[in-house]
């Protein structure tokens, strides 16, 4: 959804130094959370 992506990169621009290492878990488990949180 949408708004696991926005929150994922509202994430990323605060923490940059985890922007190279944790991205893609990070973008999948925000991902995940908020699809299971909507349903």
């Known amino acids: 959804p949408a708004?696991?992506?926005?929150k994922?990169?509202?994430i990323m621009q605060a923490y940059p130094e985890l922007?190279?290492?944790?991205?893609?878990?990070m973008?999948?488990?925000i991902g995940m959370y908020m699809m299971?949180?909507?349903k």
């Open 8 to 10: 994922a990169e509202t």
């Open 19 to 25: 922007n190279g290492t944790v991205e893609c878990g």
């Open 36 to 38: 299971m949180k909507e």
């Open 27 to 29: 973008y999948g488990a």
């Open 3 to 6: 708004e696991g992506i926005a």
